[in-house]
């Protein structure tokens, strides 16, 4: 589960990102493309290309945590 609070610092990956990429490659992107870690509780924010999907990346003491949101998911909620 992913907590979010005013608490956590957000960093968003202003390159587009592929989202097959796997926990390991998102925190490649973390360390190298936005000279950040990963490990220290920040919240990582990484944009598809076409912009129609986020991904999410946060590590949470045990483990990575990295849901996955995209324009027809959130349309179809209420």
Known sequence: MLHISSSNRYLL?????????SFHGLA???KYCMDGDVLNGDICI??????NAI???SFEGDGFVSPRAT???LNHRK
Do not use: G, I, W, Y
Not at 13 to 21: A, F, I, L
Not at 46 to 51: A, E, G, I
């Open 13 to 21: 990956c202003s390159e587009p990102t592929d989202m097959r990429k």
């Open 28 to 30: 490649a992107m973390v």
């Open 46 to 51: 990484f944009v598809s290309k076409r912009r």
């Open 55 to 57: 991904k999410l990346l």
């Open 71 to 73: 324009a027809s998911s």
